[in-house]
C-alpha cells in the first residue's frame, strides 16, 4: 500500500518538468555511484530531491527560469544548495552519456542570463501604472 501524500504541486510548463526531470536523473545517477541505490534515489536524496522540486515548482521566474548558478534569488538555503552543487559537478558530465537529450537542454539552459527580478516587478508594475508619455511644456 502507498500512502504517497496528495500531488500538491503546482503545474509545471514543459520547461520546468523538463528542469524537474533533469534534476531527478542527476540525483539518481550520484545516489546510485555514491550510495550504492539500484533504482531512484535513497531516503537522504529522495528528501533532497523533494526539496528541490518544490523550490522549481515555486521559482518566480516560471518558465523564464535561468540556470540556478545564474540566478540572484537564493531560494536554496546554503546547506542544500551545497548539496545540489556536488551532485550537479559529479552527475553534470555523466549525464551527457545516459541522458544525452536531457544533458543537451541543461547545458543550453545553463547559458541563460537570469531575467533581473527587479525589471520583473517594474514591469508588472507599469502596467498598472502607465508613466511614459509625459510630454514637457
Ligand atoms: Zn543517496
Known amino acids: 500500500m502507498t500512502t504517497s501524500p496528495a500531488d500538491q504541486t503546482p ?42 522540486r518544490r523550490r522549481l515548482a515555486t521559482c ?25 552543487r556536488v551532485i550537479m559537478r559529479y552527475a553534470g558530465p555523466r549525464m551527457l552519456f545516459r541522458h544525452p537529450i536531457l544533458s543537451l537542454h541543461h ?3 545553463k547559458r541563460r542570463e537570469a531575467p533581473p527580478l527587479a525589471a520583473l516587478k517594474r514591469e508588472r508594475q507599469a502596467l498598472g501604472h502607465p508613466r511614459d508619455g509625459v510630454t514637457k511644456p
Not at 23 to 31: E, Q
Open 11 to 52: 503545474a509545471m510548463g514543459p520547461r520546468l518538468a523538463r528542469e524537474q526531470a533533469t534534476m531527478a536523473a542527476m540525483m539518481a545517477l550520484y545516489c546510485h555511484d555514491h550510495h550504492g541505490t539500484r533504482r531512484g534515489c535513497c531516503d537522504d536524496c529522495a528528501q533532497l530531491l523533494d526539496y528541490a
Open 60 to 84: 518566480p521566474f516560471g518558465e523564464e527560469k535561468p540556470a540556478c548558478n545564474n540566478c540572484q534569488v537564493h531560494c536554496y538555503s546554503a546547506i542544500q544548495r551545497e548539496r545540489v
Open 107 to 109: 547545458l543550453l539552459a
